[in-house]
C-alpha cells in the first residue's frame, strides 16, 4: 500500500487546514485508517481513526470536537478536517493504514498499523 499525504501548511491560530491521504495498491475499502502526528521531540501520538466503512471514529483527547475525520472510498482518500488549530497542534501529520476484516476495529496505536505515508507539516503560529 502507498499511503501520499497532503494538505499541510503554516496557519495561524483559530484557523483550518484539511489533510488528505491518497491510497493506491490495496483495495482501500478493505483498509482501517489513522492519523498520527509527531512534533520536535516528541513521540509519535495517536489523532484520529476510522473503520473501513467509515462507521466506527476515534479521536484523541486533545482534538475531539475540532477534528473530523472521513474517508471517500470512491476516491481512495482519507481525509482530516483541522478546525480551531492551536499552536500545540503544530507536528508532522502522518497517515497509516492496515488491511482489516470487517470486524476489526480501527486501532488507536501506532503498532496497529502496517503501512506509512510520508508526513506532511503543519505549523500553527499564534
Known amino acids: 500500500v502507498q499511503l501520499q499525504a497532503s494538505g499541510g501548511g503554516s496557519v495561524q491560530a483559530g484557523g483550518s487546514l484539511r489533510l488528505s491521504c491518497a491510497t493506491s495498491?490495496?483495495?482501500?475499502?478493505?483498509?482501517?485508517m489513522g492519523w498520527f502526528r509527531q512534533a520536535p521531540g516528541k513521540e509519535r501520538e495517536f489523532v484520529s481513526a476510522?473503520?473501513?466503512?467509515?462507521?466506527?471514529?476515534y479521536y484523541a483527547d486533545s482534538v475531539k470536537g475540532r477534528f473530523t475525520i472521513s474517508r471517500d472510498n470512491a476516491k481512495n482518500t482519507v481525509y482530516l478536517q483541522m478546525n480551531s488549530l492551536k499552536p500545540e497542534d503544530t507536528a508532522i501529520y502522518y497517515c497509516?493504514?492496515?488491511?482489516?476484516?470487517?470486524?476489526?476495529?480501527?486501532?488507536?496505536?501506532?503498532?496497529?498499523?502496517?503501512?506509512w505515508g510520508q508526513g506532511t507539516q503543519v505549523t500553527v503560529s499564534s
Open positions: 495498491g490495496r483495495t482501500f475499502s478493505r483498509l482501517a
Open positions: 476510522i473503520s473501513r466503512t467509515g462507521g466506527t471514529t
Open positions: 497509516a493504514a492496515e488491511p482489516t476484516i470487517n470486524t476489526v476495529l480501527p486501532g488507536t496505536n501506532a503498532a496497529f498499523y502496517r503501512y
